[in-house]
């Protein structure tokens, strides 16, 4: 009775956190890897009449990033009022000649950098990292595909796995006012844009509901980790993680060890064949501290795991940008959408599973072999670093939001801080 009547209060509190955010009437495609995703990016494209606002860490020169540029390029000269803005960090060697194509179209491009001064090297690590498109306010798309080759399979053995949902329902009008919100000031003062009229109110048919929520440095810190662990505490008999880059702070290690305790299934999807081996070598350090408690640990070797999804139980399930480490959780702008239905936790959870069943290695305790020492002065270092480390990163400086649009005839434009304020 006790168990159940603290479970009880726990959804309680949840529906008062979360009221506001969550709305009902969704649908929501999975789409697994380039080959999925960018054919259906480029159709929305296609199809837009009114605008377009495209978010992307990484967009490339290469046969993704051209077909983009085409597509976007279309648009304009069409009359749709398009606005892309990239990362400059990870969308560094762009041509003026690729840039100005867009420009010369109508295309309004933004670069997110740091400010300049004493502190760039500290917003060197506040990146603008999420990967989001809503077209004509009706469609979006969110997850951690990037617009360059290396999604696709003819890529070769570096081309990376990965998941974005298309986006279809109530939810999509949080998605495009937030979406306006990173360019109203450049709207309101080159008056580059005809006034809007609001969206038209939606029907509310029967389908998912869903939040689409966000991580920045103002107001908004801890939204999509608040969200993950508390999925995690009322989760009653799976969860499953995959995640690119996982070293999160001490409460969520903390969450996923009880929830294992107690009996739930607890498996975390980690890189096996790793794009940068430093990212496998710190997840390695929570093994022994996690496989103790239960929780199941695989490796995916296939080929390099860019992922950034979960699901909980028979229906919460999220797709985003946000991967569980330092970065994303403590300094880089992130997007993910939670997802409570059934239907969509179960196709996530095929995909998930099929990826532990013929693409990873399951790993035991016996499997780590390491200096007893070792383990208990990484120990030392998990409880007292880790438990604190997301609110020491939140202390460092950061840059007030600001964005300044290029002029067409400009190449770039410099974008001190993506307002996040939707």
Known sequence: MHLHAARQRLCNHAEV???QRWVDGNRFSLLENGEAFFPRVYEAIAAAQKDIFLETFILFDDKVGRALQQALVAAAERGVEVDMTIDGWGSPDLSEEFISTLTKAGVRVHVFDPAPGIFRRVHL????????????????????????????ADFGPEAKQDYSVEVHGPVVSHM??????AVKKTRDRRRWFRRREPLAPMDKPQGALAAFV????????????????????????RIVIANAYFFPGYRFLKALRHAAKRGVDVSLILQGNPD???????ASMLYHHLLSAGVKIYEYCDRPL?????????????????????????????????????????????????????????????????????????????????????????????????LKAAH?????????????EA
């Open 306 to 402: 860019h992922g950034k999804v979960a699901l909980v139980d028979d229906e919460w399930a999220t797709v985003g940008s946000s991967n569980l480490d330092p970065l994303s959780l403590a300094l880089n702008l992130e997007a993910n959408v939670m997802i409570r239905d059934r239907e969509f936790n179960a196709e996530l959870g095929k995909s998930l599973d099929r990826l532990m069943n013929e693409s990873c290695k399951q790993l035991s305790i016996k499997d780590i072999e390491e200096p007893t020492w070792w383990r208990l002065t990484r120990s030392y270092f998990l409880f007292h670093i880790l438990r604190r480390y997301p609110s020491w990163m939140g202390w460092l400086p950061t840059h007030a939001p600001s």
């Open 125 to 152: 690590f506040r990146r603008l990292h999420r990967k989001l498109i809503v077209v004509d306010g009706s469609i979006a798309f969110i997850g951690g595909i990037n617009f360059s080759a290396d999604h696709l």
């Open 276 to 282: 940068m081996p430093i990212v496998q070598y710190a």
């Open 17 to 19: 956190i979360l009221r």
């Open 408 to 420: 067409r005839s400009q190449t770039t434009a410099s974008v001190e801080a993506a307002t996040q």
């Open 176 to 181: 495009y006012s937030f979406a306006q919100a």
């Open 214 to 237: 966000w991580r920045d440095n103002h107001r908004n810190r801890n939204d999509i980790e608040r969200q993950y662990r508390l999925a995690i505490r009322l989760a009653q008999k």
